[in-house]
């Protein structure tokens, strides 16, 4: 038998059959190895693995180590979540929107706000932007219809450089797919009416699925399109404690100083820095309510605390 060591990115995983695109370009089948399974470590879109060739297909054999990872969507080594909502059409989630904004810092993993659907309500867009602006994220509004504010998420994505991995999140019929076609009009994603999506309760894209992008001589990205969901369940996110939380709200930094207590929950009145921030308008109050529901549900979660 043969033995041919090869290498390259995860770009989508169905079924358990994965396709790796090799540094060349090539893209191949390829199996887990059964034993990751045990492991409790299988592998990720994003996955840099090692391939190992026998006879006509190829078998996963290793996952090279992991900058990162997130249950929701499943994804290794993101190096910027673009944590996407549309200003209207549906409503926005402010809840499930910052519980993956602290659920993606707590992994490590850079975010940024993508506001789609601009074109439908310019105020309520700005009303969002004032928000995660003052939380002090990267925000970018934007309008896959009328095209407006997508050169600059295009931007960003070229200005980090090459080897990058970025990636969509966010409900569905927010237009993730949408902003990716607009982004690359070569990739013509499939996008769904969202009354289809209502009316079917089903999501228009079912994969995760990393598009290669080379933009000059040997500098590729990758960028993924994601299925959306409804609302994460801090439960599927192991080891994410509630005394973690704080942390992941980088707009309350600043203000913990001032909480008489050290270890202040900022979750009641009374000597608290950040409440204070809250009332003086200098955090937005959607932000600490979003701050307290999540507070509260991982106090529910026992074998954590
Ligand atoms: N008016 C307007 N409609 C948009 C915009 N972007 C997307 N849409 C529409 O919103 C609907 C959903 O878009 P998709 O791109 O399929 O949404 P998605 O987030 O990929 O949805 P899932 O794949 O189900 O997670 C489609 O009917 C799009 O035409 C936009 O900027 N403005
Ligand atoms: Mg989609
Ligand atoms: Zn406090």
Redesign the pocket.
């Known amino acids: 038998m043969t033995e041919n060591k090869d290498y390259g990115t995860i770009i989508s995983c169905v079924g358990g059959l994965y396709t790796v695109r090799k540094p060349s370009g090539e893209r191949v089948r390829a199996r887990a190895r059964g034993a990751f399974r045990y492991e409790k470590s299988s592998p990720l879109a994003g996955d840099t693995v090692l391939l190992r060739k026998e006879k006509d297909s190829f078998m996963i054999d290793k996952i090279c180590e992991r900058r990162n990872s997130l249950v929701r969507p499943p994804l290794a080594n993101v190096d910027t979540l673009f944590v996407s909502f549309a200003a209207i059409d549906p409503v926005p989630n402010i809840l499930g929107i910052d519980k993956l904004l602290s659920v993606a810092a707590a992994a490590g993993i850079k975010t940024a706000v993508v506001i ?5 309500s310019g105020d309520l867009a700005a009303k969002y932007e004032e928000i995660y602006k003052k939380a002090g994220y990267p925000v970018f509004v ?4 009328d095209g407006s504010g997508v050169e600059h998420v295009r931007e960003y994505i070229v200005g980090g450089g090459s080897g990058k991995i970025y990636a969509f999140a ?10 990716m076609n607009a982004l690359f009009p070569e990739l013509s994603l499939k ?4 009354s289809e ?1 209502i009316s079917r309760g089903k ?3 079912r994969t995760v699925e990393l598009f290669p992008f080379t933009f000059s001589e040997g500098e590729t990205v990758f960028v993924a ?1 994601t ?2 969901f409804s609302m994460l369940e801090f439960s599927a996110v192991a080891g994410f404690r509630k005394k973690d939380l704080a942390a992941t709200f980088p707009e309350f930094a600043e203000h913990t100083a001032n909480c008489r207590w050290r270890d202040c929950t900022h979750t009641k009145d009374g000597d608290c820095g950040v409440i204070e921030a809250v009332k003086r308008g200098e955090i937005a109050k959607e932000r600490h309510e979003s701050f307290l529901l999540m507070y509260d549900e991982l106090s529910k979660i026992p074998e954590w605390k």
Do not use: F, H, V
């Open positions: 789609t659907k601009s074109d439908l934007t309008s896959s219809r966010g409900a569905s019929g927010i237009g993730k797919s949408s902003i996008t769904g009416e969202l999506k999501q228009t894209t399109d299925p959306g």
